[in-house]
């Protein structure tokens, strides 16, 4: 999540009205069905809605970004990630910028909104890291009313069984500091391997700290979820 592209100058970025484009699609075929399956090219012009029980993952929108300053910016949330917007309008603009950039077909991002709610209270987000997203990172942040619910176990099996399924992902990375516990809790029990450290990577209000990177193989997914439910895709 620290090197996620999630920067404060996005909130001096002149706003851009949101791509008609970014209205949810569905996916075709069986994608995000718990198969193996072809790459498809539509999340570029606008993410599938991706559900489960308790939560629903689907593209951000303008409507969310009060939920999200109240969520992502306090304190305990903010401490080991790239600083987020400090404003309402800072948020508008980098959900804007989200869409902009899913439609460049680097990046991805998913708003995490909680059953019985109308907005995004999270986000989990995938960057590609090599040509044609076969390599990408991903991070994920969450209000801390949430935490310990089980939202970010579900939510990651959604965005795993997409990034296999839909983008193609074949290895996700993440980082986390090794301070942040919880973050690297949060990896280790969805299974992701832990790679090694990476020394003095995060700089965070003017204080280098070691990075834990953590690894999840396509492979190794698709043996995981064999037993878990399927996505349902809307
Ligand atoms: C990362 C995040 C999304 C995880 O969501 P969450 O609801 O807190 O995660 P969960 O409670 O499902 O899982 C965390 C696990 O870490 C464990 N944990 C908590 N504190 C820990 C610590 N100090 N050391 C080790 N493990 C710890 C928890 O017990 C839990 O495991 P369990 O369910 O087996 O008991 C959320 O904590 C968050 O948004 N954090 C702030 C943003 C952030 O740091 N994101 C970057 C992560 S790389």
Redesign the pocket.
């Known amino acids: ?2 090197k996620m592209p999630y920067q404060p100058e996005l909130e001096r970025a002149a706003t851009m009205a949101v791509p008609a484009s970014t209205t949810p699609r569905p996916v075709s075929g069986d994608a995000c069905s718990g198969q193996a399956t072809a790459t498809t090219t539509d999340w570029r012009s606008g993410l599938p809605v991706l559900g489960a029980a308790a939560i629903s993952l689907r593209e951000l929108r303008r409507e969310d970004a009060p939920s999200l300053h109240a969520m ?1 910016t306090t304190e ?6 790239s600083p987020p917007p400090t404003t309402v309008a800072g948020f508008e603009q980098f959900i804007a910028w989200t869409h902009r950039e899913r439609l460049s077909g680097n990046y991805i991002c998913f708003g995490i909104v909680p059953a019985g709610m109308t907005v995004a209270v ?1 986000i989990f987000q995938l960057r590609s890291i090599e040509p044609g997203f076969g390599s990408a990172e991903w ?6 009313p ?8 579900e ?2 099996r959604l965005v795993l069984n997409f990034a296999v399924d839909v983008a193609g992902i074949a290895r996700l990375e ?4 090794v301070a ?10 969805i299974g992701a391997v832990q790679e090694g450290v990476l020394r003095r990577s995060f700089l965070r209000n003017g204080q280098y700290h070691d990075q834990v990177l ?1 690894s999840i193989l396509a492979e190794d997914w698709r043996l995981q979820r064999i037993g878990q439910e399927p996505t349902v895709v809307h």
């Open positions: 999540m620290e992502l305990e949330v903010a401490r080991f990630i999270g991070g994920f942040a969450l209000g801390s949430f935490w310990g619910t089980g939202l970010f176990a939510g990651a993440a980082r986390a500091a942040n516990g919880r973050g690297n809790g949060a990896l280790r029990k953590w």
